[in-house]
């Protein structure tokens, strides 16, 4: 479980995020929507801890974060997909996934690790076809999928998703939304997922919250979210879908 209170992040004068307030519960898919700038990856980098807040707390499974660093949380079981693929460009597919297991190796047999790429191929059939391949050479959205591939090796009990379908084409988008529910219908690893595509994150989330210029501007069901007046016109116009 994965809950924020009045978190605040700024950079210098600029105030990103202005006291937001959030819950994940354990088998949910939360969605984050919001207009670019609106907060939503700085929110993200502090829940990971990669930027420290100026006030407000981060508690993972009821424990305060705040001091905790980044790769500790990890070990608490949150995986953070960030906004740009940071894949190993000169590794293989293979190392990627394996590297993404790094908390898991001191403490588990290979076997077992060689058991989660064997799951992680059956949710992304490309990446077992291209295992030897250098992943620096992957089209983008493949890079995308091997990211989220490498996340989901920690077996994490939360998974961060920051905008999973930037840039990549429509069939390609469909193929990472089908993932993301096929993840959430395991009841194993909760999501927080941040999207630009409004309509296709309030359609698989269960609950979500609107940023606008750093605050939560409206929150909850997103089936209820995505036929609100006030979100249809500002984040599902035509373009939308
Ligand atoms: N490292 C930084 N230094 C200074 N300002 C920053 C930094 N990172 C983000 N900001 C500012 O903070 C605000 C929020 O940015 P953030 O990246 O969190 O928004 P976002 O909602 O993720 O936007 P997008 O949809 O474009 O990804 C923006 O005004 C941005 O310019
Ligand atoms: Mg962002």
């Known amino acids: 479980m ?23 519960n354990p ?15 700085s929110l993200l980098r502090c829940i990971s801890g990669l930027i420290t807040p100026r006030s407000g707390e981060v508690y993972i499974n ?29 590794q293989s597919v293979l190392d990627n996934l394996i590297l993404g297991a790094f908390v898991r190796t001191k403490k588990e047999k290979m076997s077992k690790i060689h058991e989660t790429v064997e799951e992680i191929f059956t949710i992304f059939p490309k990446l077992k076809e ?8 992957l089209s983008g959205g493949e890079q995308q999928m091997l990211a989220i591939g490498r996340a989901l090796m920690l077996k994490p009990q939360t998974l961060i998703l920051d905008e999973p379908s930037m840039g ?46 750093g605050l939560v501007r409206l929150e909850g069901n997103a089936k209820e979210l995505l036929i609100n007046p006030e979100v249809k016109a500002a984040y599902l116009g035509v373009n939308a879908h």
């Open 2 to 24: 994965l809950e924020v209170k009045n978190l605040v992040v700024a950079y210098g004068g600029i105030v990103a995020v202005r006291g937001v307030s959030l819950i994940v």
């Open 27 to 41: 088998g949910e898919l939360v969605a984050i929507i919001g207009a670019n700038g609106s907060g939503k990856t």
């Open 62 to 90: 009821q424990t305060l974060a705040n001091e905790i660093p980044s790769h500790k949380r990890v070990s608490m079981g949150l995986a953070h997909c960030p906004e740009a693929r940071k894949i190993f460009a000169q």
């Open 130 to 137: 291209r295992q030897l391949q250098q992943a620096g050479t």
């Open 168 to 213: 990549l084409a429509p069939v390609i988008i469909d193929e990472m939304f089908n993932v993301i529910e096929n993840i959430k219908k395991t009841k194993t690893t909760s999501i927080l997922l941040v999207e630009q595509l409004a309509y296709r994150a309030l359609k698989v989330a269960d609950r979500a919250y609107v940023l606008e210029q």
